[in-house]
């Protein structure tokens, strides 16, 4: 069964520092691994994935993500944290491959601090 | 391109009173349909998902229940809501290409609903 775990629940970081948000997964093939952000009160947005290929991939709103077999990891970053980046953060790994469901993780929540 | 609706925005119910949760997808066919619920503080929990009309699949056991009666329809519903189905529920659908590598889910803006 493949399954997400994110060991930070909650981060705090000074607006223009740096960022890393983790994520370990468990599946018994090469997976699929996406970041979604939620802000509060509203749904999911797609910030990046990971199919294949490059294993460092680059997604919007300057967020990157490096995927790492070996440790089982797919760690969000952000060299340069904004006010507005403060949300909750979701790992997810799959598809199923007979209906394309994802697994999420618990989240992380990012504060921002001015 | 494709949109995704939830509505009713916010619900507050009664124990006990039925509920009904409407997700509609537009420009897009054939997609994966997805209702997730989201406990105050905590993750997603994927409650049901569909491939297709009339296919249900359900996660966990629980209170509520699923219908697609059209492709891109997909509806929440419960004859007797509990304290415990409060929450944020959401509905998502993705391209029905399974294996294809094409499953990012798109969300929809949420149900915030409060059983009293």
Redesign the interface.
């Given at each position: 069964a493949q399954s997400v775990t994110?060991p930070d629940i909650h981060i705090t970081v000074s607006e223009g520092a740096s960022l890393e948000l983790r994520c370990n997964y468990s599946y018994g093939a090469t997976p699929?691994l996406?970041w979604?952000v939620q802000s509060p009160?509203?749904?999911?947005?797609?910030l990046l994935?990971y199919?294949?290929g490059d294993t460092l991939v680059q997604g919007i709103k300057g967020f990157e993500a490096e995927f790492k077999r070996s440790q089982s990891s797919f760690n969000l970053r952000k060299p340069s944290v904004h006010w507005s980046d403060a949300a909750e953060y979701?790992c997810?790994v799959?598809?199923?491959?007979?209906?394309?469901?994802?697994?999420?993780?618990?989240?992380t929540t990012l504060t921002v601090k001015p | 391109s494709q949109t995704i609706h939830q509505w009713p925005a916010t619900l507050v119910q009664p124990v006990g009173s039925p509920l009904s949760l409407e997700c509609t997808v537009e420009g897009t066919s054939n997609p994966?349909l997805?209702w997730?619920r989201q406990a105050a503080g905590?993750?997603?929990q994927?409650l049901f998902?569909s491939?297709g009309i009339g296919q249900i699949?359900s996660e966990v056991p629980q209170n509520l229940s699923a219908s697609r009666p059209q492709d891109r329809q997909f509806i929440l519903s419960s004859k007797k809501l509990l304290l415990s189905d409060s929450g944020?529920y959401?509905c998502?659908w993705?391209?029905?290409?399974?294996?294809v590598?094409t499953?990012?889910?798109?969300?929809?803006?949420?149900t915030?609903l409060t059983v009293l």
């Amino acid at each position: 069964a493949q399954s997400v775990t994110q060991p930070d629940i909650h981060i705090t970081v000074s607006e223009g520092a740096s960022l890393e948000l983790r994520c370990n997964y468990s599946y018994g093939a090469t997976p699929y691994l996406f970041w979604y952000v939620q802000s509060p009160g509203q749904g999911l947005q797609l910030l990046l994935k990971y199919f294949s290929g490059d294993t460092l991939v680059q997604g919007i709103k300057g967020f990157e993500a490096e995927f790492k077999r070996s440790q089982s990891s797919f760690n969000l970053r952000k060299p340069s944290v904004h006010w507005s980046d403060a949300a909750e953060y979701f790992c997810a790994v799959g598809p199923n491959a007979n209906a394309g469901k994802s697994t999420f993780g618990d989240g992380t929540t990012l504060t921002v601090k001015p | 391109s494709q949109t995704i609706h939830q509505w009713p925005a916010t619900l507050v119910q009664p124990v006990g009173s039925p509920l009904s949760l409407e997700c509609t997808v537009e420009g897009t066919s054939n997609p994966n349909l997805y209702w997730y619920r989201q406990a105050a503080g905590r993750g997603l929990q994927l409650l049901f998902y569909s491939v297709g009309i009339g296919q249900i699949s359900s996660e966990v056991p629980q209170n509520l229940s699923a219908s697609r009666p059209q492709d891109r329809q997909f509806i929440l519903s419960s004859k007797k809501l509990l304290l415990s189905d409060s929450g944020f529920y959401l509905c998502a659908w993705s391209l029905g290409l399974a294996g294809v590598g094409t499953d990012t889910q798109y969300f929809g803006p949420g149900t915030r609903l409060t059983v009293l």
